[in-house]
């Protein structure tokens, strides 16, 4: 019998939290309807599963990347874009990239905590967090947690940057602490909105807020002084890589007062590949040849990225927007998680 772990909101004398290794051994040892081993996880109304684990280390260090730190307090999204390049993540605690993805979330429940020992170290560097790279830290469930808020007034003690990237109006709650973390390090948020063509947005992104109800949380945060701006992330040939969709979009992202644009294109691996490849066969199947064609690698080829980029520049100067580069130094150019990736726009399919 897998050991069974306490309700999410269980009150009173707590046994410890499983960690995410004891999570993913849990879920191994289920069985193939692996999420028989989280039988005290809970299910909330969101028809999500949501199990609090407890976490080692709060900053993960990263190489390759051009930040050395990445921040994330949950893991898995019921945003559930299905390109969502985080999908295949899951993976690693024995679940899905499918639907489990989407609906078992882990919750670190003791971040702040953990966050706050890492950056008192004598030997921490300061050095820049790249916060939201594996998961959405205002997806709804911080609206209880506050995990993601903490951890921002966390780095503010810790006078440490970081560049956050969020599909979730809900960072507007906090903008108080984002102000006082302008105060003794820099800070960007980085909104991802990568495009506001309706039915794009409503395949491919189902659990997330309006495109413009995106917009309009940029245009707060930068009214109330936030360096913030749009990340089109991913553009997806197909769906919103048409000239006319990309140009309503940098209209868009420029009507409502962006610091800065920039954007990448799909790129499909792993478990994100194989879930997207799924969702592209049972809802376009006529779309799935050209797809398989173009991503025969991880990448778009070069060529079409190439040309796409071209159009996407011509757009920001018509509408007076820079690129994140431009506008906002080097320190939060290296903010974005996809921003490590090369960049990639499209406009035929
Ligand atoms: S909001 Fe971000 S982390 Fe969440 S599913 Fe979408 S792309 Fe992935």
Known sequence: MPPSFPLLFELGSKPPKPTLRDVANLVKRGGPGNLIALTEAERRAD?????????????????????????NPYRGCTH????????????QFEMDSDDQFASVILVKHNIVEVLTRELERPSWAREHVAFGTATDPYQPIEGHYKLSRESIRALTRGRTPFGLITKGP?????????????????????MSVPTVDHDAWSRLEPGTAHPLQRLRAVRQLVDAGINAGVIMAPIVPGFSSARHKLEATIKAIADHGARFVGCNIMHLQDGTRDHFMRFIGREFPAMKPRFERLYAKKYAPESYAKEVKAMVRVLQERYALTTREDATTERSATADPIAADPEQVGFRF
């Open 47 to 71: 028809q999500a599963t949501y199990q609090e684990v407890t976490c080692r280390s709060a900053l993960n260090a990263v190489k390759g990347m051009p930040f050395k730190w990445t921040l």
């Open 170 to 190: 809900m960072v507007v709650r906090d903008i108080d602490v984002l102000r006082d973390h302008a105060n003794s390090a820099p800070c960007t948020v980085y």
């Open 80 to 91: 559930a874009c299905h390109y969502c390049f985080a999908r295949r993540y899951h993976v």
